[in-house]
């Protein structure tokens, strides 16, 4: 059913090494380098308006947030894992960070492309709870935790 069958993945555009996507984070976080954490030798990049046509269609938004049982770091692990977990979809840079934001909190941070026509490799952040991309200006002097991807 449709329910239960993702979006087609969408056809590769671009990739970013093991390194370069490292130094990309690096940029982002320079005092904070040694709390990034990468496991793949390379990450295929699509447009953010495929990333979101997914996160629209998977339901993790639609759990029921319970303090210390299902919070923002199942949150953000259930919607990277779900990338994770459909072929074709596990290539791309989507992954859990946590930082001081809010006091301390957990959500998703994904790379990609601006558009057909950009193809910048841009950083977004989404709130997995509700699916809304946070500002990057509010992660922007964030103490990071981590970025495992």
């Not at 984070?25 to 308006?49: G, M, V, W």
């Not at 910048?120 to 991309?133: G, K």
Request: charge should be negative; aromatic fraction near 16%; hydrophobic fraction near 40%.
């Amino acid at each position: 059913s449709e329910r239960f069958t993702p979006p087609s993945p969408p056809v590769s555009l671009g990739k970013m090494s093991y390194h370069e996507m490292w130094s990309f984070f690096a940029n982002l976080f320079p005092e904070y380098q040694h709390r990034i954490h990468l496991s793949d030798k390379e990450y295929s990049l699509c447009t953010i308006d495929s990333i979101r046509e997914f996160v629209e269609w998977d339901e993790v938004d639609r759990k029921k947030y319970i303090a210390e049982v299902f919070d923002c770091d199942d949150y953000a692990r259930a919607l990277a894992g779900e990338f994770a977990r459909h072929t074709g979809w596990s290539a791309f840079p989507v992954t859990d960070i946590w930082g001081d934001l809010y006091g301390g909190h957990a959500f998703c941070v994904v790379v990609a492309y601006p558009s057909t026509e950009d193809l910048t490799p841009t950083v977004y952040f989404v709130e997995p709870q509700n699916d809304v991309e946070i500002a990057p200006e509010l992660v922007a002097d964030m103490t990071l935790w981590a970025i495992m991807m």
